[in-house]
């Protein structure tokens, strides 16, 4: 299946998708400081430069998007029918990525939180700031929030 935009449109939509200061970040780090925790951003000396860290605490946070990470049985990850081995490749290669970001850090003796997407889309922003306040209270080495519907 040929793609429906020109591909100087499809280039150009492409390139304005934020890697940092994304929405679903930028909530994360209203709630993390509206909470009254300090933090510094993306730590480029830590595996997978982390989008927040509490450096205090030896707290790593990723905020994914669920696209881009491959945040499997949600319902905003949805393979492109357009050159899909491509596209598979590429995501995947990306999970795999955070998945040795996650296990490095860990064995740094860092604690480690991935906030997808669609938990920032779906909760409510109490509920959210609720369960990640939870999780670094917690003394789980990693964990992950992201919203339980799919499709």
């Known amino acids: ?13 492409m390139s304005g998708i934020r890697g940092k200061n994304s929405k679903p970040e930028i909530l994360v780090r209203r709630l993390l400081f509206a909470a009254g925790f ?3 951003l993306h730590r480029r000396d ?3 430069t982390p989008d927040i860290v509490l450096p205090s605490r030896k707290i790593a946070i990723f ?6 990470h491959a945040h499997n049985e949600c319902r905003y990850f949805k393979l492109p029918s357009t050159r899909p081995e491509f596209w598979k490749a590429k995501l995947q290669g990306n999970a795999k990525r955070d998945q040795r970001a996650i296990a490095s850090l860990i064995s740094s003796g860092w604690r480690v939180l991935s906030i997808w997407e669609c938990a920032t889309r779906e909760f409510q ?4 700031g ?7 209270n917690g003394d789980e080495l990693s964990g992950e929030i992201g919203s339980v519907t799919n499709n």
């Open 1 to 13: 299946m040929a793609d429906i935009v020109q591909p100087q449109v499809r280039s150009r939509m």
């Open 38 to 40: 300090r933090f510094r």
């Open 46 to 48: 830590l595996a997978g």
């Open 63 to 68: 905020v994914h998007g669920c696209f881009w």
């Open 125 to 128: 922003e109490q509920s959210l």
């Open 130 to 136: 609720e369960e990640i306040i939870s999780w670094i």
